[in-house]
């Protein structure tokens, strides 16, 4: 009797689960897209939707661009959802094939690394803006400039105390990002120049806003934000004397800067191709990412690989 | 009147007439009785597969990434990323250790305080203010104490205490509010289901209230008491945001309080989203939400050691 | 120092303790609402979050986390339930039902995070069911489970017992006995339960990061057909709750005004919770009355 239960009860569950899986299947939610043939008109109306996931710090801007795009009626079959999670999460998902469009805030070669490089290979890059950081400072702090070798005397612990670096008699104190941060990967690979460790005393914190926070609040703290966060709460320093201004980033001066990218796995299909253009598209890149604070791919007079070698 | 039976064929006899006549009970029963085991079954496979999931992701490390047991356990230096990774989590460990204990060492007392209250002192006021109170404090979500948390208590400690303000003592601080309630609330169960005849017998004997309480009704309700300090410990070991936003993740084990120190649950929610699935450091991540649930499970372990004392 | 001075000390020490918590209650509820209050509007209240603009609102994340939270229910009530009830009637003393007990534990004292993260590989990955508030319901039920389990469990203990036997001497089965008899008597103590725990569904959001996702869809509050994307009603689509956004925003929000909108946020989720409490105790209570029939 009971034995027969179990296995009436373990059918329900599977056939449960089952159904629970395919109904959804065929509601909408894996971004197959579905190309309604070419009506006569002259544009085909495309419908479908798409799945965007990853950076947090990228997350905004493709909110933005995306209800623009499902705004404008040449598009108003395709719903495109944009989720956060983080840039690993985005990468596992389009490699995976779970979401349409990836972003991160390095190039995938970075984090898929040793037995996962294959991976890397199979994912296009659709770089769409750019992005600087900045070194910030707590407000009371005296310094203005700090050059790169003080910088990394700072971050790796070598200088503990703003006396060292002209300032007053004050002990730094580094609001970070974690180890695994893309934020922080770009700083240490563009400000110092090597990586550095998470060391005793220091804060990690993964959110701009609540680095921000720290900065503007801990006497002698010492951090770096994307240039969209930079306010008055906080004292924006220069870099080895360059500003971070846009003409400095756009001519090479200013070397910590990244792109912000947007994965798909192979080339895109029609309909994730209609929103990375559209994406790319001057309207966009002149309005909307200058708006919050990156810089458009266009102005770039210099490039830049996954190495970080630097082409005019 | 019943005859008694004859022989055992005759009261066959009668007890098939009897089951005739439940014969509609017997569905009912079944449906019953099939409906609830469903319900439980349900729990039962959500338990396993959740263990399944996280052991699965959490042992790759062990196995496929070569990291020992004892390595990660014992290890005191963490950095994923460097050029040569090393997984040391017990900084971690460490850290949740002493988070989730001061947060318990501040709670109970509270706690017990409260229940006393409610139950021996003052009931009428204790129902009608003191406990809506404390069930309000149970639904605050973990967000805004983390909110809290960093704009309240940590600049209140910086301005008493040298150091940064965030480390255990703070994430020590918002954790006690947070589980303050599953500690009042077991405690007052506790002191409420005690029998009257022994507080009466201390009156008698010409104890004051106070003698009571301390020399009787605690004594004798200990294991219940004790009970809800370790379901609020247990709680406060898997609380995430709120730690995360006040303890300052810095992966090392603390000098003094105030300073900034790493939980199992922060590093998680700081680099979970920024790894990919399946990277050396995204197993190591899952190893230590395995720790996690190692640990739930050894508290509940010993919240039945306390129940079993407390039945003897 | 005499018993008596020591039983004086001592009470007055329980009465500062217990005057000390309500404060610092009455403090955090205060700071939050007092911080907010100013904020909040009927716009603020309906309109969608801006990016970069001041003047967003939390609309469709306040919708969201209410949808999120009748969903979760109508998964929870009838599994807890059922859970519920066989603990307390049909499970056996015995080395199994401890296990259960254990088990039903063991869950209740998860870390969210950890749940968050099954949700991602499990529910949103494997099933397929992508970030949606179904997979956000079904992360919050694993949570809820437990709680609606003992709640029921220990509602039906509360139940008299001569009921139970008058019931079951009148020859009704068991089951109808606790479907007729003993649930309707439960019912207040379940009720005011459940709520409770819905309040802690509400500010859940650790667990909803990976499972409901970060972000709201377009939605066209005139459409309310279920299975159409852009319903608010249909169960698959993404959704961000309250509890996320006030998160959201206080790490990466862009606006201006992102600290008073975090501020106005956290007040409207403090405010529900209240909301929550208080209702959870007066429906109890008028359900108790209503089917005892005391005035």
């Known amino acids: ?312 | ?312 | 120092m005499n018993a008596k001075t020591a039983d004086r000390i001592a009470t007055g020490v329980i009465y500062v303790v217990s005057a000390f918590i309500v404060l610092i209650l009455a403090g955090l509820l205060g700071y939050i609402i007092f911080r907010g209050i100013g904020h909040i509007s009927w716009h603020f209240l309906t309109s969608a979050p801006q990016t970069i603009k001041a003047g967003g609102g939390i609309g469709p994340q306040l919708f969201n986390s209410l949808f999120l939270l009748v969903l979760t229910l109508i998964i929870t009530i009838p599994l807890g339930l059922g859970a519920g009830i066989y603990m307390s009637e049909y499970a056996k003393a015995g080395r199994l039902t401890d296990t259960i007990r254990l088990i039903v534990e063991v869950l209740s004292s998860f870390p969210s995070i950890v749940i968050g993260l099954f949700g991602l590989l499990v529910i949103v990955n494997l099933f397929g069911l992508g970030f949606s508030l179904f997979s956000g319901a079904l992360a919050l039920t694993v949570f809820n489970l437990p709680l609606m389990v003992r709640i029921t469990e220990q509602a039906l203990k509360g139940v008299p017992r001569e009921q139970k036997e008058a019931s079951l001497a009148l020859g009704l089965s068991r089951w109808k006995t606790i479907t007729s008899v003993m649930l309707p008597i439960a019912t207040p103590a379940i009720v005011t339960g459940t709520i409770l725990a819905a309040g802690r569904v509400f500010g859940e959001a650790a667990a909803l990061l990976f499972t409901a996702g970060m972000s709201s869809p377009r939605l066209d509050f005139t459409n309310w057909n279920p299975l159409d994307a852009r319903s608010p009603l249909n169960p698959f689509r993404p959704a961000e709750t309250l509890a996320v956004h006030i998160w959201k925003i206080n790490s990466e929000g862009l606006a201006p005004d992102a600290a008073q909108i975090a501020a106005g946020a956290s007040a409207v989720l403090i405010i529900m919770v209240l909301i929550f409490n208080f209702g959870a105790r007066w429906f109890g209570r008028y359900l108790h009355r209503k089917f005892t029939a005391t005035k």
């Open chain 1, 1 to 312: 009797m009971k034995k027969v239960l179990l296995v009436v009860v373990a059918l329900m569950l599977t056939i449960g689960l089952a159904a629970c899986g395919s109904k959804n299947e065929s509601s909408n939610n894996n971004g197959g897209t579905t190309n309604t043939g070419n009506a006569n008109t002259g544009g085909a109306a495309l419908s479908g939707s798409l799945l965007a996931a990853g950076s947090t710090a990228l997350q905004p801007l493709v909110e933005q661009v995306s209800k623009k795009f499902m705004d404008d009626s040449k598009y108003s079959g395709i719903t495109v959802q944009v989720q956060g999670g983080g840039s690993g999460t985005g990468l596992t998902q389009v490699s995976a094939g779970q979401a349409d469009l990836g972003n991160s805030d390095i190039f995938a070669e970075e984090k898929f690394v040793d037995a996962d490089a294959d991976k890397a290979k199979e994912l296009v890059d659709h770089q769409v803006a750019v992005v600087a950081m900045a070194t910030v400072v707590n407000k009371e702090i005296a310094v203005d400039s700090l050059t790169k070798q003080q910088l990394v005397d700072i971050f790796t612990g070598k200088v503990t105390n703003w006396k060292d670096v002209g300032g007053k008699d004050q002990k730094i104190t580094i609001v970070n990002r974690p180890s695994s941060s893309g934020t922080r990967k770009t700083f240490e690979k563009f400000a110092l120049g090597t990586k550095s460790e998470d060391i005793q005393g220091s804060i990690q914190e993964d959110s701009s806003g609540t680095v921000k926070k720290l900065v503007a609040e801990t006497p002698g703290a010492i951090g770096y934000l994307a240039l969209s966060y930079l306010d008055d709460t906080v004292k924006t320093v220069k870099y080895d004397g360059v500003e971070p201004k846009e003409d400095n980033i756009v001519s090479g001066k200013y070397p910590v800067w990244a792109y912000e990218h947007v994965y798909t796995k192979g080339e895109p299909n029609e309909v994730a191709k209609v929103f990375i253009d559209y994406l790319m598209s001057d309207e966009i890149q002149n309005a909307d990412v200058v708006e919050l604070g990156y810089i458009p791919v266009g102005k770039m007079q210099v490039k830049r690989d996954a190495a970080g070698n630097i082409t005019k």
């Open chain 2, 1 to 312: 009147m019943e005859r008694p039976a004859a022989n055992d064929k005759h009261f066959v006899q009668t007890a098939n007439r009897a089951r005739k006549v439940v014969k509609p009970h017997l569905v009912e029963e079944w449906v019953g009785k099939v409906y609830t085991t469903l319900c439980i079954l349900v729990l039962v496979v959500t338990i396993g597969a959740i263990v399944y999931f996280v052991s699965s992701r959490g042992l790759t490390t062990f196995f496929s990434d070569g990291i020992s047991l004892s390595g990660l356990l014992s290890g005191l230096k963490w950095d994923p990323e460097g050029d040569i990774p090393l997984y040391g989590a017990l900084p971690f460990i460490f850290g949740s250790f002493s988070t989730s204990l001061l947060a318990a060492l501040i709670a109970a007392p509270l706690g017990v305080c409260a229940a006393v209250f409610m139950t021996q002192i003052m009931p009428g006021i204790g129902k009608r203010i003191l406990q809506p109170v404390i069930e309000l404090l149970a639904g605050i979500p973990s967000v805004v104490f983390g909110f809290v948390g960093l704009s309240v208590v940590v600049p209140a400690l910086r301005a008493i205490f040298p150091g940064q303000g965030i480390g255990i003592a703070a994430g020590a601080i918002v954790l006690s509010l947070m589980i303050l309630p599953t500690i009042t609330t077991i405690a007052t169960d506790a002191l409420s289901g005690l029998s009257a005849g022994l507080k009466e017998a201390s009156y008698a004997l010409g104890a004051t209230r106070w003698q009571t309480i301390y020399r009787i009704v605690i004594p004798t309700t200990l294991p219940s008491l004790l009970t809800g300090v370790v379901l609020g410990m247990s709680r406060a070991f898997g609380e995430a945001l709120a730690v995360q936003m006040v303890i300052g993740n810095s992966p090392h084990i603390p000098h003094s309080l105030f300073q900034s120190a790493s939980t199992l649950t922060s590093v998680i929610t700081l680099d979970m989203g920024n790894t990919v699935m399946g990277s050396a450091h995204n197993n190591a991540l899952w190893s230590l939400a395995l720790i996690l649930l190692a640990m739930t499970f050894v508290f509940v372990f010993v919240v039945r050691f306390l129940e079993r004392r407390k039945n003897r």
